[in-house]
């Protein structure tokens, strides 16, 4: 497909992508949508009007809006004949676009002229915990190789949410994150985190319950926080020390399913509107110190930020390989045949502040995660519950079989016994203030590629 | 205050009361807001034009709409100034309405008549663990009486959220939740369930590694799901077996905070909008199965019911109580020394399919939870997560510290042990499909009561 715009083979945003953002410029602030080809975007406000087939004709308000909830409530066929009107309208063949100077002056703006905006409103936000290399990571950190894995993750339908979170701090990409002021307990031993390490907390307990219930409260002005006095195990607030990121990806829900009427997998890919790349900050000594016994919650509240472009399934359809393999078999309502799984490259760079030299600190790829986004949506709904369009599902950290395509710093450092060396000399074991993180996600074609831009945030010092 | 509406002194909405809900009629089935007074509803929309005072006179609008959103948007001053309004225009001594026939007519519905809608869009939903009584049953039940409480609670700040569960399935009183199809473990002992055990749990991850991995799929088709045949310990997938309410109460969030800016305690007040009664219908066996390490999900998801009219804080400022005695004291941003606990009786009955005889199984009283809910935004919010209006804020299981006002079957059954026998003779452990559960909740006066209507959820079969 030749297209009206120039790009380079390399360009995130060939014709074959087509992923739908929300933006603005200065000359015209009212957030719209668009879709991001080449350096440009075509603003589809613009062009509603040429989206005339069977499918969308009645339904051009849908690009005249400031989110893609809308459009996200379509059909698949409704998308697919989206997707093919774009096309036909960028391609060289067809006048419509290219012979039309005026249109083509309104309806094209550069992606550097332009402030990009959350895609769509979040109503709910579950993270799952896909990843099997993360959880054996995890695992092999804090209790052995032999009983890495939880028996229900080995129980297929039991990969577990990491939380819902609040979607009122998802944030875009290009954004910032602040590092956690909650309480948390420090570590005996230093960076020996971890937030999954039952066995470890469970020791944890039945030791410290005398210590805390006796300990002081010597207090320490700090910024407008306290600071409590650190005697041994007690509990302390203010800064919390072990932030990381969690490279992640999530997918956006297209469509709906009733209360009480599970989505089944045999439909969960209609449900599938397209992924994002997503970060989702921890914090690993507040995570480790509330999470038992219903999950993390300010360890994670903080914020999560999402990259701007919404790449659809067709986009990544050339891309599909084998699933990850399963063992034991799924549960009946879990069990597809068809490939749901994505060779997406993934990597991860921190730049330190005041830094213009960013390191590569993982390199990952999407295809690890054991659990398919089909089957993430039947195990989502299989008790009825009711999903609704611009919903977002996360991955889980995705972590690779190998040290450098671990996720997390948590698991790259390897609970801060390996502090990784960035190109300007300095260490990490966990994020610093200042920090950059900057994720991509791209896959690569012989003759294009499909990218999913970069998700960035800097890590603020604590209020 | 006398009031144009005639109703009794018992009345759970009195002209102190003033409860804001959302309801249509068969005549007008537009979503509106209303205040409940007496036995009637007098809707806004009609006279939205009389807040005329220096608060509302430019937002009457926000009474037209079919939400609270809005007005949930506005300041402290404004809500206090339409209650003004509306119980000057109730009282007696208050022509405009009361002397305007054809207003009167339109202005009023029975709540007979009425169907009553979601007060709210709820954006984020979070549920606390405030019962201190309810933990430590728990606790108890799988612990000892000395090791009760994890340390994580004796830490003030670190109450737990229960879940930001899935909004989405939030729904009105008056409805219908549905048994939860879910993997999960049978017990090896029955009835022995908790799903905060974290040391009985462990002993099971320890043992249980072997015989899951050895485990054979023998299937048995029951309607559309399979159950696998359960050799001890082995996952099965089916309706789950111990199907439980939870009473609790919750606050919608008013005002808003930006990312990155907590709200103080001092503030935190200003942002308690009006209170619910909430059940969240929660599938015991299933929770134990997934809980770990990440939180319960879908034990929970099932649905969550709250009863329709929201109750604000200014008509239960006659009922305030003293807080809750906190030892250790709370961390700084914790601390409040005004009263921000409420008498509020509580009451759960269950009728049995077909029944219409009702056996009240459990008596609490919100003012048995250890953590104010000025306290619970301060947690939420002290890391810089922001909240919007509409927001949902559970209290978690609200248990009393008698055998008859806990708060969960669960406790009431102790795990199973203790079948309670109902009027009509049968007995609960757990729920039964098409049992109906009803909640209640009031202030009891001198002169009146403050009553929150009912929140009523019938429970189906599994589908």
């Not at 409704?78 to 012979?99: C, H, I, M």
């Not at 993750?153 to 290009?174: A, G, H, L, M, V």
């Not at 002081?216 to 919390?240: E, I, W």
Request: glycine residues 6%; proline residues 6%; contains cysteine.
């Amino acid at each position: 497909m030749k297209c009206i715009i120039q790009y380079s083979k390399y360009c995130d945003f060939p014709i074959e992508n087509l992923p739908y953002g929300v933006f603005s410029t200065s000359a015209n602030p009212t957030p719209r949508i668009g879709v991001a080809i080449g350096d440009s975007i075509l603003d589809l406000k613009e062009i509603a009007y040429l989206f005339t087939g069977p499918e969308l004709r009645n339904h051009q308000d849908v690009f005249k809006e400031a989110t893609l909830n809308s459009l996200m409530a379509l059909t698949p066929n409704a998308w697919k004949e989206a997707r093919g009107t774009l096309q036909s309208l960028l391609s060289v063949d067809n006048p419509t676009l290219k012979d039309n100077a005026d249109l083509l002056s309104r309806a094209f703006t550069s992606q550097a002229e332009a402030t990009m905006h959350l895609p769509a409103r979040i109503g709910d936000y579950t993270d799952f915990y896909s990843s099997i290399y993360h959880a054996t990571n995890v695992g092999v950190m804090f209790r052995s190789k032999e009983n890495a894995l939880m028996p229900n993750w080995e129980i297929p339908s039991c990969w577990i949410p990491r939380k819902s979170q609040f979607c009122s701090s998802i944030r875009n990409s290009n954004t910032q994150a602040t590092r956690a002021n909650s309480p948390y307990r420090r570590s005996h031993v230093a960076y020996c985190v971890c937030p999954f390490d039952v066995h470890h907390w469970d020791i944890g307990t039945m030791t410290m319950t005398a210590s805390l219930l006796k300990r002081r409260f010597s207090t320490k002005r700090t910024c407008r926080y306290s600071f409590l006095s650190s005697n041994g195990a007690a509990p302390v607030f203010g800064p919390c020390k072990l932030m990381d990121f969690e490279l992640e990806m999530a997918f956006f829900v297209g469509g709906s399913n009733k209360l009480g009427e599970p989505i089944s997998i045999d439909r969960a890919q209609d449900h599938v509107f397209g992924f994002v790349i997503m970060n989702d900050w921890s914090a690993r000594d507040v995570q480790k110190w509330e999470y038992l016994p219903l999950g993390p919650f300010t360890a994670k509240n903080l914020g999560t930020s999402i990259s701007p472009w919404v790449v659809t399934t067709y986009a990544l359809e050339p891309f599909v390989v084998d699933n990850f393999p399963q063992n034991p078999e799924p549960f009946p309502y879990l069990r597809h045949q068809d490939k749901f799984n994505f060779d997406i490259n993934l990597q991860v760079d921190i730049a330190p502040k005041g830094s213009n030299v960013s390191t590569t600190v993982c390199r990952s790829n999407y295809k690890y995660l054991y659990w398919t986004a089909k089957q993430q949506l039947a195990h989502h709904t299989v008790t009825g519950c009711n999903l609704n369009p611009g919903d977002l599902m996360g991955s889980g950290t995705i972590s690779g079989d190998t040290s450098d395509s671990f996720g997390s710093l948590l698991e790259l450092s390897w609970k801060g016994t390996k502090p990784i060396t960035l190109l300007d000399g300095s260490q990490r074991k966990f994020l610093q203030d200042g920090d950059t993180v900057r994720m991509k996600a791209f896959c690569e074609g012989d003759s294009y590629n499909i990218g999913f831009g970069e998700c960035e945030g800097i890590l603020l010092p604590a209020i």
